[in-house]
């Protein structure tokens, strides 16, 4: 257990809808890095928060977004969804901004399916 | 960002030692060689990281050549549970995020 939590574990949505997938970071991790895993693209780096504020991006959609409350914890919204969209989506967090490169700690995971 | 090359799949039995190789002939001065392991629908699990030479912890081995261009994951005595996707990373550490990716990384079998 890496001590990240995400909810919910699984999702079952159709086309053209929005969902929010949630991530409790590890106590006292400041940054927070959203991932897609699909089959054919293997584990894409979308977006990482670091204390409230944008620090990096990825390949991230202009349909989806993120952000970071002030309690830590963080939200991807994900909007207008395509079948294609459909993919694991983990979020990973580690103690400083420098967690790239770094160690990061990774939740399990939530699974998207779009129909 | 260092582009990395790594086999896309290797196989190996119980008990043996098994070594993934990863390439990476652009490799920044600053850059930094990390390792991570994935398991089925689990994330990620950070491994290894290291800067030149050898580094061992109670998991896995790193090999870093003198020139950096490569780098040799070594696992002592394999066990079907080491069966996984290994990855490789290469980037600095307190540098951006940009082009971050972890690929589809090299699928290791164990067979017994």
């Known amino acids: 257990d890496s001590g990240v939590t995400q909810t919910p574990k699984h999702l079952i949505t159709a086309t053209g809808q929005r969902v929010t997938l949630r991530c409790s970071p590890r106590s006292g991790d400041l940054s927070v890095y959203w991932y897609q895993q699909s089959l054919d693209q293997g584990l894409q780096f979308l977006i990482q928060y670091y204390n409230g504020e944008e620090r990096a991006k990825g390949n991230i959609l202009e349909r989806f977004s993120a952000q970071q409350f002030p309690d830590l914890h963080s939200e991807l919204n994900l909007s207008s969804l395509e079948l294609g969209d459909s993919a694991l989506y983990f979020c990973?967090?580690?103690?400083?901004?420098?967690?790239?490169?770094?160690?990061?700690?990774f939740g399990p995971g939530t699974r998207l399916t779009v129909l | 960002l260092a582009k990395t090359t790594q086999p896309i799949s290797m196989d190996s039995y119980e008990g043996q030692e098994v070594n993934i190789t990863c390439s990476h002939n652009n490799i920044a001065t600053n850059d930094y060689i990390t390792w991570y392991q994935q398991f089925p629908s689990q994330g990620p699990r950070f491994i290894i990281q290291?800067?030149?030479t050898k580094v061992t912890n109670e998991v896995a081995s790193l090999f870093i050549p003198a020139d950096r261009k490569s780098s040799t994951l070594s696992l002592p005595r394999v066990s079907l549970s080491d069966t996984a996707v290994y990855y490789c990373l290469v980037g600095e550490r307190g540098g951006g995020a940009d082009g971050l990716t972890f690929g589809k990384g090299t699928h290791l079998i164990i067979q017994p």
């Open positions: 990973a967090s580690s103690p400083t901004s420098e967690g790239v490169y770094n160690e990061q700690f």
């Open positions: 290291g800067y030149k």
